[in-house]
């Protein structure tokens, strides 16, 4: 997005601008507003994805075209390494397995026998979605000028369009990632303490600090991440709501 603007707004001052927004989203402790922000989330996911698979069909050529027809392959091309291939599976992988957040969802949930179903729900929708989008995209695009995101390989009026509807779900993740995570350290710093569950001086203040270090997940942390825990924590999460059995947070 920064890198197709024409008015001087770039990637250092988007990121701070993004991250003061995500931090005020984030004061609030409960799930009760991410859920609804979470809502107008996916909605505007939805717009983005569809209409950035609809330009990459139409538009003449993609970005950065050098006149070569693009390559698209069944397998990697020669040269890409272990580390390189890996990481981007395993960053794939990381978008459709959002375990550590299930466990704080689940608890603040009315009724958690209901998990099961958002689960199955969620896992399907995203899986059908984003693999026939990735799939179209990259049949027109190809190896040479893909891009991740896959908004930089449209044409500059085609990217400024459809990433502008992904601007709220940039700040969605923000805020939940950051709130899920903050929450683990927060609980267990004042655990029997009525600073946990009460207004206080002490617990807002100590919140609004442990946010501030909430806001910076480089790409490698994603993959470590879900190599460490995604391989056991998904299936069993799927295998347990399979068997009826209750996860409390």
Not at 138 to 163: D, E, H, M, R
Not at 215 to 220: A, E, K, M, R, T
Request: proline share 5%; charged share 10%; net charge neutral.
């Amino acid at each position: 997005m920064t890198e197709a603007d024409d008015v001087g707004c770039r990637t250092v001052s988007f990121g701070i601008v993004v991250t003061i927004v995500c931090w005020l989203f984030s004061l609030p402790r409960t799930f009760d507003m991410l859920s609804k922000l979470g809502t107008a989330s996916a909605f505007f996911t939805f717009v983005s994805v569809i209409l950035a698979t609809a330009f990459a069909a139409s538009q003449s050529h993609p970005a950065g075209f050098d006149g070569t027809d693009p390559i698209v392959t069944a397998v990697p091309v020669l040269g890409t390494t272990f580390v390189n291939g890996l990481g981007a599976f395993l960053n794939i992988s990381y978008t459709f397995i959002g375990q550590i957040t299930l466990p704080s969802f689940i608890a603040e949930m009315k009724d958690p026998r209901e998990f099961p179903k958002a689960l199955w729900a969620c896992t399907i929708a995203e899986i059908v979605l984003f693999s026939i989008v990735g799939g179209i995209v990259y049949a027109y695009v190809g190896n040479q000028y893909i891009t991740a995101p896959a908004f930089g390989s449209l044409l500059p009026l085609y990217k400024k369009v459809s990433f502008s509807f992904m601007i709220p779900t940039i700040i969605f993740l923000g805020v939940l990632y950051a709130s899920v995570s903050a929450r683990f350290v927060f609980f267990r710093i004042f655990q029997n303490s009525r600073h946990k569950n009460e207004h206080t001086v002490v617990g807002w203040a100590t919140w609004a600090g442990i946010l501030c270090k909430c806001y910076y997940l480089p790409h490698d942390l994603y993959g470590t991440n879900d190599a460490l825990h995604s391989g056991y924590v998904d299936p069993c999460l799927h295998y347990c709501s399979s068997h009826s059995v209750l996860l409390v947070a």
